[in-house]
């Protein structure tokens, strides 16, 4: 009912809603820690989540989105991750938090950008397809990252020979996905054609996204990156239409418990952790994004006024940042649950004043007068 109420607030206020269900799992936490119902129906959910997800990328669109925005994802990668584990660690913090830390900054919030972009009707803006552009890149990159933080954080020793080993699984993982969607899945859809019952169509698509968030645990990967490639690995069908229509139900319903699950982590009792890195995070998280739209919106072909624009409307950390945030301990966890709640909160306030602080830099755009006189002959 809490969910309920939370969800229908967010739509009426248009405040972000994976922020309120972080407050309301923190508010509960004395009451939901450590239930095991709650965990287990937040991980299906993002499981289901990161598999949808892969549904949106072919291997053809993988290829023509590599092409356009491969050198603003790196510079997104240097900026918003390597930087960040660097401060991190200049505070004293190890390499592995460092790193953590680092992807947590890194993730833009797929959700709340796209939503705030639909409702402020700038869908048709210039810096649209480029702001999309790095949100794909960054969801890519997203369970590849979740995949390394967890064999770096098994607990045993983590050489150049386990990383080549860990790229090699990842790779022999998205190779099989790709053959298998080639091949045996073809004609995936003529057999969900063929089953009329929604039920059964259901437990068939969830059975294949755990499957494959199995096998990615099995070697020693994330389920996330499993699910994700068994998107992809259906996306090869063409039209994805029918398996998202039957999912995306379920993981609407599901994925508010993920993030009140989250909220139940985070314990305020004892203060906020490492106030002064998260001070100097959340500013220079503002920094770097907006970095990565100047500069690499300049790349992109865009004019310094739309890339601006575009470096301002990629502030908002959410869903990722809480996946990854999830792999913390103690008060790493409590500090990423804060960092990502003032993040998404301030990144929305910087979507909404774009065009006004562009205008504040640039002036106003000067209008073209146009001819309309008929051309004498």
């Given at each position: ?9 967010s739509?009426k206020?248009?405040f972000?809603n ?11 936490a ?8 709650l ?28 092409k ?13 991750l ?26 833009t ?22 702001i ?6 960054e ?5 590849i ?20 080993l ?6 022999g ?8 969607g ?9 057999l ?74 985070i ?13 100097t995070?959340?500013?220079?998280s ?11 919106g300049?790349w ?44 998404a ?26 001819n ?6």
């Open positions: 009912m809490g969910v309920f109420v939370l969800g229908y607030v739509l206020t248009k972000p994976v922020i309120l269900y972080i407050l309301f799992g923190t508010a509960l004395k009451f939901l820690s450590e239930n095991a119902i965990d287990l129906m937040g991980e299906i959910a993002i499981v289901l989540l990161f598999f949808l997800m892969g549904l949106e990328f072919n291997t053809k669109r993988l290829g023509s989105i590599a356009k925005i491969w050198s603003s994802g790196l510079l997104d990668i240097v900026l918003n390597g930087v960040t584990a660097l401060i991190t660690v200049l505070f004293g913090l190890n390499w592995y938090n460092a790193f953590l830390i680092g992807g947590i900054v890194f993730a919030s797929s959700s709340i950008t796209a939503k705030l972009l639909n409702e402020k009707g700038r869908m048709a803006n210039a810096e649209t397809e480029f999309l552009g790095v949100m794909i890149f969801d890519l990159v997203a369970p990252f979740v995949a390394i933080l967890i064999a770096l954080g098994s607990g045993t020793a983590f050489t150049g020979t386990d990383l080549l860990l790229i090699a699984k990842i790779l993982l998205a190779v099989a996905a790709i053959i298998l080639k091949t045996v899945f073809k004609k995936f859809e003529d969900l054609i063929k089953l009329e019952d929604e039920d059964i169509r259901i437990a068939l698509l969830v059975g294949i996204a755990t499957l494959f968030g199995g096998l990615a645990i099995y070697l020693g990967l994330s389920e996330v990156l499993g699910a994700f490639l068994a998107g992809v690995m259906l996306a090869e069908i063409g039209k994805v239409e029918r398996i998202q229509t039957s999912i995306s139900p379920i993981q609407d319903l599901l994925l508010p418990l993920f993030f009140v699950s989250f909220g139940t982590t314990d305020l009792v004892h203060g906020v952790p490492y106030a002064g890195l998260l001070v995070l959340v500013v220079w503002i920094v770097a994004k907006v970095l990565v739209g100047i500069i690499g300049r992109y072909g865009l004019t310094k006024r739309v890339s601006l624009r575009a470096g301002l409307s990629i502030c908002a950390r959410g869903e990722f940042s809480v996946v990854i945030a999830a792999l913390a301990a103690a008060n790493i966890k409590v500090f990423s649950g804060i960092y990502v709640i003032i993040a909160f301030i990144g929305m306030l910087l979507f909404n004043y774009a065009p006004k602080i562009t205008i504040m830099v640039y002036g106003k755009p000067v209008k073209t007068k146009k309309l006189r008929p051309p004498m002959f």
